[in-house]
């Protein structure tokens, strides 16, 4: 049998996808959170996980070379990956926000944003029939307004203590966030049966997580 492999988001994402995959039986021995290794296997389940750069996961899922991923909806939507996004694994949940001082005022025809997300900046300002200048930024965005350099952001926020502690507010919401599963498209044909199996039993575990959590 082939193993199913299967890229990860580096970080907060991988603990909590491996929870879920030893509730379906599924375990790496030699996994630790301290680990430097980016390859892990279960021999006896066949299955592979690849721990991949969390804006790469959806390339490894597009090109082949994983079957499956898990990626934040927010990495997944800037990526445009061809990909089937086939569970809302409902943990790493967060808010796509426009972020900005008090005093900053959305209405007016042309401002300048600054962002991490561009595809998601300029199709919340499109839908809103707005005309927005987007400064693409890696690093910390609350800079940005901070400095002059933009009049408001779009971030990501989970409790909103950062931009509280750096004197800015929420001024819009765009929409939820959270970690999805999502598979090649060739591989969903190829490997049909053992994905689709794969998929019921992740999606059992996230209802039985859902329906304790309510």
């Known amino acids: ?18 929870d879920i995959l030893r509730a379906i039986g599924i375990n ?7 680990s430097r290794k980016l390859i892990f296997e279960d021999p006896v389940k066949k299955i592979r996980i690849v721990l991949v750069k ?9 090109r082949g070379a994983t079957d499956l991923g898990v990626i934040g909806k927010d990495s997944l ?24 001082l008090e005093a ?7 401002f300048i944003v600054a962002t991490k997300y561009p595809k998601v900046t300029n199709q919340f300002f499109t839908e809103r029939g707005q005309t927005v200048e987007t400064i693409h930024l890696n690093g910390s965005v609350e800079l940005a307004p901070l400095v002059g350099l933009s009049d408001c952001i779009v971030d990501i926020v989970e409790t909103g203590r950062t931009l509280q502690d750096n004197g800015l ?18 591989s969903f044909k190829t490997k049909h049966s053992r994905i ?12 039985e997580k859902g329906a304790v959590g309510q």
């Not at 969390?54 to 597009?62: G, I, P, R």
């Not at 939507?77 to 900005?100: K, P």
């Open 1 to 18: 049998m082939e193993y199913l492999n299967i890229a990860i988001a580096k970080g907060r994402l991988v603990d909590h996808t491996i």
């Open 28 to 34: 790496f021995p030699d996994y630790h959170e301290k």
């Open 54 to 62: 969390a804006s790469d996961v959806a390339t490894y899922v597009e």
């Open 77 to 100: 939507i800037e990526s445009g990956a061809n990909v089937f996004e086939v569970v809302d694994l409902g943990f790493g949940r967060c808010r796509f926000v426009v972020a900005g």
């Open 104 to 110: 900053t005022v959305l209405q007016k025809h042309k």
């Open 169 to 186: 507010k929420v001024l819009a919401e765009i929409f939820e966030i959270s970690a999805r599963l999502i598979a090649n498209k060739a």
């Open 196 to 207: 689709d199996d794969f998929i019921n039993h992740i999606q059992s575990v996230v209802n």
